[in-house]
C-alpha cells in the first residue's frame, strides 16, 4: 500500500471508531431514557393503584350509600350500605341500569334517575322500595364527575338512610316516655310520705331538721313536674 492508502485506511477505521462509539453512546443512552420511563410508568401505576385501594376502602366502609354509574347509567360501583338499602348484591347489579335494578319512588309515584338529573331543586327525600318490599326512606345526593381528556360523565349517587334516623328517634322518644312513666311511682312515694312527715313531725323536729325536710319535699316536687314535663314533650313529639 501506498502512504495515501495508509492513511485513507487509517482514516477510516478512525471514523468507524468514532462513528460506533458515538452510536453506542446513543443507542446506551436511548435504553437508559426508556429505562427510565419504564420506571416512573411503573411508580405512577402502583401510586394509583394505591389511591385507587384508598378509594375503593372509603366508599366500602361508607355508612351512606354510594352508587356510581357510567355515561350510560349503568352501574359499575355498588358499596355495602347500598346492599344493605336495597336488599340486593353487587353481583346481580353490576353493568345493569339503575332503574331495571332500583325501583324509585316519590310522592307514592314511580321515580326515574332522568327525573332525579333534571329535578331542581333535587328531592330531600325520595323512597326506595327494597328486595323485600319493603319501603326505606333516603335523601338524595347527585354528583356528576367529568373523565379526564373526555366528554363522558359519570354519575355518583349518594343515599342517606333517613328510616335508620327515624328509628333511632322513635327509640328515643319510647325510652324517655318509658323512663318518666316508671319514675312516676317512686316520685308519688316520696313526696306522699314527706308530705306526712311535714304534717306529723312538726313538734318532734328542730327548726335545721325542718328546713330539711321542707328542702327534700320541694325538691321531690320539682322532680314531679320535671317527669310529668318529659311526658308532656314526649307526647307532642
Known amino acids: 500500500f501506498s502512504g495515501l ?14 462513528f460506533f462509539t458515538i452510536l453506542e453512546y446513543f443507542f446506551s443512552m436511548e435504553v437508559y431514557n426508556q429505562r427510565s420511563e419504564i420506571e416512573q410508568l411503573r411508580k405512577l401505576s402502583e401510586n394509583l393503584e394505591i389511591e385507587r385501594d384508598k378509594l375503593s376502602f372509603v366508599i366500602t366502609t361508607m355508612t351512606d350509600a354510594v352508587i356510581v354509574l357510567n355515561p350510560d347509567k349503568e352501574i359499575v360501583v355498588f358499596n355495602k350500605a347500598a346492599e344493605e338499602i336495597t336488599g340486593l348484591e353487587l353481583s346481580s347489579v353490576d353493568g345493569k341500569d339503575i332503574d331495571s335494578a332500583i325501583r324509585f319512588r316519590y310522592h307514592n309515584s314511580i321515580y326515574h334517575f332522568k327525573d332525579l ?98 328542702r327534700a319535699f320541694i325538691g321531690s316536687n320539682n322532680l314531679a313536674y320535671l317527669t310529668e314535663n318529659l311526658l308532656t314533650v314526649s307526647n307532642i313529639e
Open 5 to 18: 492508502e495508509h492513511v485513507l485506511i487509517f482514516a477510516w477505521i478512525s471514523f468507524s471508531y468514532v
Open 117 to 214: 338529573l333534571e329535578s331542581d331543586p333535587m328531592p330531600q327525600v325520595i323512597t326506595i322500595v327494597n328486595k323485600e318490599k319493603k319501603e326505606i326512606e333516603v335523601e338524595p345526593l347527585l354528583k356528576k364527575v367529568f373523565l379526564p381528556d373526555s366528554v363522558d360523565v359519570q354519575y355518583v349517587l349518594q343515599l342517606k338512610n333517613l328510616s335508620r334516623e327515624k328509628e333511632l328517634e322513635k327509640m328515643r322518644l319510647n325510652f324517655v316516655t318509658i323512663a318518666a312513666h316508671e319514675l312516676r311511682t317512686p316520685i308519688t312515694y316520696i313526696k306522699g310520705y314527706l308530705s306526712f312527715l311535714l304534717e306529723t313531725a312538726q313538734n318532734k323536729l328542730n327548726n335545721e331538721e325542718k328546713g330539711f325536710l321542707e
